[in-house]
């Protein structure tokens, strides 16, 4: 039974899916913790197709309720990746200033793998003095250097691999929000509802 097996989600994933799966059974007549952990038990359901449109829009309207009361923590995440995006510009600048003078190579490439090693992992979440001065240093003793910066929404999550007899890292920390929470279950769930209807049979 679908109720058996251990779901891969974390457990506020799992209170969505249990909340949301309350309405989706009463209206469509569907377990949504069992059609996402075993979809092939629905296989042969009549009109599942049109359930499944029905079950997103479901899911949909419930995160629009929950993210639209979060309306407070969604202006203080803004000013906070205002914040982080403006250290990433700083950074990326002077790093690709000072690289340049060197002639060190500042690549952003299109992934990256540090094999065995574990490089040393610096956080910051501002740009300063000491930051300037840890910037020199880290470019002085590198090989290369590559911006593996991510982004969220509009803003930029900087991250910086310095690569030289050893590899360190500089990385703007990532902001903590109830609102990336909240969104990060709704695409996990959105994920796998695609995941769930790819299982079943073609002709539905």
């Known amino acids: 039974m679908a109720d058996d097996v251990k779901p891969g989600w974390d457990d506020q994933t799992d209170m969505f899916i249990r909340e949301i799966g309350v309405s989706v059974s009463k209206k469509y007549g569907v377990d949504l913790r069992k059609f996402l952990l075993s979809p092939q038990e629905y296989g042969d359901t009549a009109g599942m197709e049109e359930k499944i449109k ?21 202006e203080s995440l803004v000013a906070d ?18 690289a340049g003078i060197g002639r060190i190579p500042f690549i952003k490439p299109a992934d990256m ?15 300063n003095s000491q930051v300037d001065a840890l910037l020199t240093k880290l470019i002085n003793i590198s090989n ?54 790819l299982a079943l049979p073609k002709a539905l």
């Open 144 to 197: 290369y250097i590559c911006d593996i910066s991510s982004t969220y929404r509009k803003y930029t999550i900087g991250t910086w691999v310095f690569s030289g007899s050893r590899s360190y890292v500089l990385a703007v920390s990532a902001p903590t929000s109830a609102v990336i929470s909240v969104e990060n279950s709704r695409d996990r769930i959105d994920l796998m509802l695609d995941q769930a209807a």
């Open 54 to 74: 029905n079950i997103r829009a479901e899911a949909d309207r419930y995160f629009e309720d929950i993210l639209a009361s979060l309306s407070k923590e969604e």
């Open 81 to 98: 990746l205002e914040k982080l995006d403006s250290v990433y510009t700083q950074v990326n600048q002077t790093v690709n200033s000072r």
């Open 113 to 127: 793998s540090f094999g065995d090693s574990s490089p040393e992992i610096v956080y910051i979440d501002q740009y």
